[in-house]
Every structure is written in C-alpha cells, then in structure tokens.
C-alpha cells in the first residue's frame, strides 16, 4: 500500500475515530495501532481535530506536541470518508518562529530603553531606568552600582514591581565575584561561575529569600567605565541562559551609554556653570552714597551670558572714585562672551591706574590688538565719588554710545566725551569730560542694542536715541534700579519677539535723601551722609 511507504508519518482514521492504518513512520512517534480508537491512544489534539470539522463537514489543519516535537497534522478525506492524517515535523520551523518573535521582543525592549534613558540627562533619573526596566525585564531584583564616589558605592536597587531605592554602601565589591572587575570596565564573569549562596548580605535585598542565580555585567561607558549591573533570580527560578547574559550585556551596553552620556553633562554643566559666574553681569549696589543700577539683556532669551558687559569696582579707601565700565564686544554668543571675560580681566588688572581712564585704554587697546582676537569693542568708564551731596563723575567713552545726564527736572543732556574703539587699530583715544550729579541726577551708560532695537507697530522701526531719551526724561527722580527696570521692560515691548542685539544699561545716580546706612552705604538706594 502507498500508505505504508510514504516518508511521512500517516494514520488513517474511520468516521467514528478507529484506526484503520498506522504506517511504520507512524508507529515511530505514536502508540495508537491498528485498529484501537485514536481517543485516548493518540495526542488529544489529534483526536480532537478529527472529531470537530468545518463548514463543509472535514476536518481542518490542527497542529500540537508529540514528545518534545512539535507536530502539524494535515487532513486528507478519502472517499470511503475515512480521513487521512499526514503528520509533518513543524518543531525547527516553530523554534525560528519563537527565536524570530523573541528578537522582535528584544529589539523593541531595547529601543524602548534607550528611548527611556535618554530622555534624561539626570544620573540618578538614568540609575532609577536601569534598575527598574532590568527589574521588570530580566530579573526578579536588579542592583546598578555606580563607580565609588567618597569611599562609598552609590547604589540603586529595584526588585520586579517596586520603586527604585538609593542607597550609599560602604562595602568591598570585591566580596562578590565579578563585581570589582565590572565596576573597572572588565568583561562579565559567567553566571555558572559564581556561587548564589556566596553573595553578602548587603547584595541581596531585604525579604528577598536565597539566590539562585546572578549575573554581573559591568555598564560601559565613554572611555571609563560608568558601573555596574548585577541582576538577581530567586532560588526555585530557571538559572540565567548564555543567551539570557547575552542579552544583559546588550541591555547593560546601552544604560552604560546613557550613564556615562548623564555624568558627562553634569560634569560640564558643573564646569560651564562654574565659568558662567565670572561672564555674568555682577549685581550692582549703593556705594560710598553713589548708586549703582545694571540691567542686561541677551540677544537670545535663552542664553544668559553675550557680548555686553559692565562692572563696578568699590574704591579701596574710603573718598576715592570708584571705578565703573560697560562695554560691547562685537559680535553675541558664547564667542562674545569669551572676549567680555578676557576685556573685564584686564580692567581688573589694571585698576590701580583707574585714575587714569586714557592709560587704561591704551594698555587695553594694545592687549587686544596684540591677540589672536579679531573682535573689538566700544566702552564707557566712569570714576564717581561723593562729593558732599552731589555726585562727580568723570566719563570717558572710547568709541560708545554718548552717556546721558538726566536732570531731576526731567531734562537729559549727552555727555560730550568722545573716542575711537578699542582693539582695531594700533592707538585709542579718547576725552575724558567731568559731569556733577546733585541730588535726584543720574548718567545713564547703555549699548546700542537699545538704540538700534527694531520694533513697533510695523516690525522695522529703530527704537532711537529720541524715544530713549524721552523714556528716561519720564525717569526723572526715580532710584536707578527703577531706572534700568523701566528701561529693559520698554525696550522689550518694543521689539517683541524680533530679533536684537545684547542690551545692558548701567545708571549711577546720587539720591535725593542722605540717610546713615546700617552697612555703610552699602544698603541699596542710601548712602552715609
């Protein structure tokens, strides 16, 4: 019979479930004979298949387990309506199927944590994914611990279906097989190496009961090593696979990325915030009974630090000037903020010739010239001191914008010093003229990113020296801070949201009032009579 030759495992089955045929292929991986009822002697699923049938009464495609194997069983209906079954090997192609699906599976995980992780630049928010996503994913417990900081090993630790909790151990990772050598970026030790029932007390978590596997992987990082992972199986678990610790590494792979990506930026973070508080516009205050007011405002809103500047240096005794100074380098950003700190630094450098405004511009003028610098600057010093109850101010503008004198009555006068820029061409110079602040005065020093702001109703209109000057005639009498609060706020309703350059402003006036101050005349708004 060709039944009996076919490569393939063949039962013939009657209506009611006897076997009429069972050839040798078969025999081979069922107990069903010839002539016993499939119920009960063959795989149920078989026997269930050949008992249901479909829409047009025969029996459908039904597919199961024999042994370890995995089976498809086709039908065949003869025409006495006994049926067929062709059994045919599906295991290999069910496996690539599950090994396929298992891939995908680990794919999108991977994806997803790595979306996960760098949503964050915060270390401590990139430990807590680590632990919880290994947790949920690949363990019943997971530890990630960070390179020891202060003789402490700054840990998080998250068991399946909790919260990450921080802890600073003060443990030798040598204890744990694997641990120190992950921690210095070496390869993983296999988990079949190390012995569950060796790991520390301080490993294992509370009322987690006994390990019955652990797998210890360390978190590479960007040339240094950002930690280490250690993932937990309680014992009565499946130990961890070669494959399951394969796949731990490609996980660990890419927190140690994100790790060491969140540790960088907070060290530069660290570093630029640090440089930051030296390009930053100090705030200014009443000094030896001569206010001081500054207001800046960057060319992107975004950025805090650009190419305007200004300063104040107290004078070292008592009745002597005090020394200010706002400039504009050319250009905004970060680069003209570089030149501000370098320009600034070496005023400081030169304030025991404060004295001598046009000495000072000179020295200046040589330093950049002389630098690999391309960028100039325009600046506007000032040395005040109280002179009874009045102000005397000597200005000197090198290539600035004219500082302007408002009167307590209400009326501005422009200072008349005049100079060139500094650091374009070999000499700078530059008049120096002496103004008298009686009480209710003040001089405004400002940049031209007021003047030449472009605003108003149509978008394209230079704000000007006229409106300035009649915003600060509605000033008058005011303390300076008001001054430059008044300033920065029309100056922004009058661009908007348009483009403009750096904005700064410093006013040095000399109260109405003379009070005794508690600080000696350093209370904003008073000074020592």
Request: charged share 20%; with cysteine.
């Amino acid at each position: 019979m060709p039944w009996m030759s076919a490569p393939y495992p063949v039962v013939i089955v009657d209506r009611d479930g006897t076997a009429l045929l069972v050839n040798p292929q078969a025999q081979l991986i069922l107990s069903l004979q010839q002539g016993e009822v499939m119920d009960g002697n063959a795989p149920a699923w078989l026997s269930d298949g050949h008992s249901l049938r479909g829409a047009d009464g025969s029996p459908t495609s039904v597919s199961g387990p024999i042994g370890e194997r995995l089976y498809e069983a086709h039908p065949t209906v003869q025409e006495d309506g006994a049926v067929a079954w062709w059994l045919v090997d599906d295991t290999d192609h069910q496996l690539a199927v599950e090994a396929l699906r298992m891939e995908r599976e680990r794919t999108r995980f991977l994806t997803e944590t790595s979306n996960a992780l760098l949503s964050s630049l915060n270390l401590e928010r990139c430990m807590d994914v680590t632990a919880q996503l290994a947790a949920e994913h690949l363990a019943d417990a997971a530890l990630v611990i960070a390179p020891r900081t202060r003789h402490r090993l700054p840990v998080v630790l998250c068991l399946r279906g909790g919260q990450p909790e921080h802890f600073a151990w003060d443990v030798d990772p040598e204890e744990v097989p694997g641990l120190g050598e992950a921690l210095q970026g070496f390869p993983p030790v296999p988990s079949r190496w190390i012995d569950p029932m060796s790991a520390p007390k301080w490993l294992v978590p509370d009322g987690f009961g006994p390990v019955g596997s652990i797998v210890i992987t360390p978190l590479p990082g960007h040339g240094v090593p950002a930690g280490a992972l250690v993932l937990l199986r309680r014992s009565g678990q499946d130990a961890f696979t070669a494959e399951e610790e394969v796949f731990a590494r490609l996980f660990a792979a890419r927190a140690g990325a994100a790790m060491s990506a969140a540790r960088l930026y907070a060290e530069q973070s660290s570093i630029a915030q640090t440089l930051m508080q030296d390009l930053l516009p100090p705030a200014l205050r009443t000094v030896g009974g001569v206010e001081f007011a500054g207001g800046y405002r960057t060319a992107q809103d975004q950025e805090r630090i650009g190419g305007d500047f200004y300063d104040v240096h107290p004078a070292v005794v008592e009745g002597e000037e005090s020394f200010a100074v706002l400039g504009d380098v050319c250009g905004k950003g970060l680069d003209a903020a570089v030149l501000t700190g370098k320009i600034r630094n070496t005023l400081q450098a030169l304030l025991p010739l404060a004295a001598d405004h046009q000495r000072m511009i000179d020295l200046l003028n040589s330093a950049l010239v002389n630098s690999r610098a391309t960028r100039f600057a325009t600046l506007a010093m000032a040395s005040a001191v109280r002179d009874g109850g009045s102000v005397q101010v000597r200005v000197t503008s090198a290539g600035h914008e004219p500082a302007l004198l408002v009167r307590s009555d209400g009326s501005v006068e422009a200072n008349a010093s005049r100079g060139t820029l500094v650091g374009a061409l070999p000499t700078a110079r530059a008049t120096t003229v002496c103004e008298s602040l009686q009480p209710g005065d003040f001089l405004v020093l400002f940049t031209d990113g007021f003047t030449e702001a472009k605003g108003g109703p149509l978008g394209d209109e230079l704000f000007g020296e006229a409106r300035l000057r009649n915003a600060l005639a509605r000033c008058a009498g005011m303390p300076g801070e008001a001054v430059v609060e008044h300033l920065l706020m029309i100056a922004s309703q009058w661009v908007g949201s348009n483009v403009h350059d750096d904005m700064a402003v410093m006013v040095i006036a000399a109260p109405r009032s003379a009070h005794l101050s508690a600080v000696g005349g350093h209370t904003r708004g008073r000074y020592t009579a």
